[in-house]
């Protein structure tokens, strides 16, 4: 173990960042899936113990992933999209069909199913880092540089829509960020946010679950106007967090849990605010934001340009899905299905996201590096280093 903790890199309060978080987890989710226990038939352990081995599971990734000199990811970014759409079209033609989506694909053998979104997220986020970083010279370029950048968007953009509106917008949000900074002009920025609006409107009035979409916007923006069962769920999640004071319940002493449909997953930030209080509550918001801060800090430090354009997608990709689950149980924003990274009981999702930590810290880990040793290594690359939207020679 000693061995283990002197081969950790990276920015420390990013480990310290994870630990938290995984901690909290355990609490929430052994306090909030009594419901699902007795609706499985088993015991409340049993699930428990089968979401610590993920979260083990999530943590040794990382450690590998951190490992892995982060400039490896630019090539697998390549074999990644090209198993990726495939897996997408898979998931919406076969795969398995959860709460009216089919965002799931079983891993047989296994018990296990896992959402490819997670899969694509990594994979357009790496790609598009790659593919920036290495077309500053002719980034203004059509054919050669905006039409591949923006194919992979949309395509990635619509596969994830058809069953998971709220996933495709947040990613397609975090690629238009990676393009503002990978200096794309601005013309051609809004080219791709048209065609991703067209996308858009085709998934709300034309897609499979066009139905739920319309019925989740109009319960959140005339709630009073909607049905009992329509707004069961915003309803709920308000009580609980209403209910739960300056200080809350305490731990296990949750009532809303056995009414909130997911309130292990995607309402779990209710189900903590309510045994926590609102001290509870702020102190999550506050772990994120920290998260956000000490993730800036690599972006700008990161020495070549891929880094700091991988390290800010991911980042912004995982802190940006932490507010919207956040602001769904406080209804600011209509109900989404988006789990709150690493502290929600997501499965494999718990996994991706590990990896996505653990890649954050491989590029941390090359900042500390001696600055004659990243001298030597600048030279003998040639990168381009991205600053705030600039390019600069390193």
């Known amino acids: ?26 609490l929430a989710v052994y306090s909030s899936v009594g419901t699902l226990a007795f609706k499985q038939g088993k015991g409340v352990e049993i699930i428990l113990m089968k979401h610590v081995f993920m979260i083990v599971g999530g943590i040794a990734l990382m450690y590998f992933s951190h490992k892995l000199d982060y400039r490896y990811y630019a090539g ?36 296990l199913s896992f959402q490819t979104s997670d899969l694509a997220k990594l994979a357009l986020i790496t790609y598009l880092a790659r593919t920036l970083s290495r077309k500053q010279e002719n980034i203004k370029d059509v054919k050669e540089s905006f039409l591949p950048i923006m194919g992979s968007v949309c395509v990635v953009f619509i ?30 920025i809004a080219i791709t946010c048209a065609a991703g609006f067209i996308l858009l409107l085709g998934v709300i009035f034309l897609g499979p679950r066009r139905h739920t979409y319309v019925s989740r916007m109009k319960v959140f923006m005339h709630p009073e106007l909607a049905k009992a069962d329509k707004s069961f769920q915003s309803d709920h999640a308000k009580i609980a967090i209403a209910t739960g004071g300056l200080f809350g319940k305490g731990p296990g002493n949750s009532t809303e849990r056995n009414y909130l449909p997911e309130s292990y997953s ?4 209710a189900i903590i605010v ?36 991988l ?38 999702s718990i996994l991706f996201t590990s990896i996505a930590f ?26 381009n280093k991205i600053i705030v939207g600039e390019i600069r020679t390193a």
């Open 1 to 26: 173990m000693h061995r283990i903790l002197n081969n950790t890199k990276g920015d420390r309060w990013i480990w310290l960042i994870v630990i938290l978080l995984s901690v909290i987890s355990l």
């Open 311 to 348: 390290a800010c997608g991911l980042s912004f990709s995982l802190t940006i899905q932490a507010f919207a689950n956040m602001a769904v149980a406080v209804g600011l924003g209509p109900v989404t299905g988006v789990p709150l990274p690493l502290v929600s009981m997501g499965g494999t």
């Open 266 to 269: 995607d309402e779990i930030y």
């Open 76 to 111: 697998i970014s390549k074999v990644m999209m090209i198993v990726t759409i495939p897996l997408l079209v898979y998931t919406l033609v076969f795969g398995s069909h959860i709460n009216n989506a089919s965002r799931w694909i079983a891993i047989p053998g296994t018990g």
């Open 358 to 383: 653990g890649i954050i810290l491989s590029v941390s880990k090359d900042i500390e590096e001696p600055k004659k040793d990243k001298t030597i290594k600048e030279d003998n690359t040639g990168p």
């Open 159 to 188: 596969l994830i829509a058809l069953a998971n509106l709220s996933t495709a917008l947040m990613l397609f949000g975090v690629s238009i960020l990676l393009l503002i900074i990978g200096r794309i002009s601005i013309r051609q």
């Open 274 to 309: 309510e045994e926590y209080g609102l001290i509870g509550g702020i102190v999550v918001v506050g772990i994120y934001v920290f998260l956000l801060y000490r993730c800036i800090k690599i972006i700008t430090k990161a020495p070549k340009a891929f880094g700091a354009l």
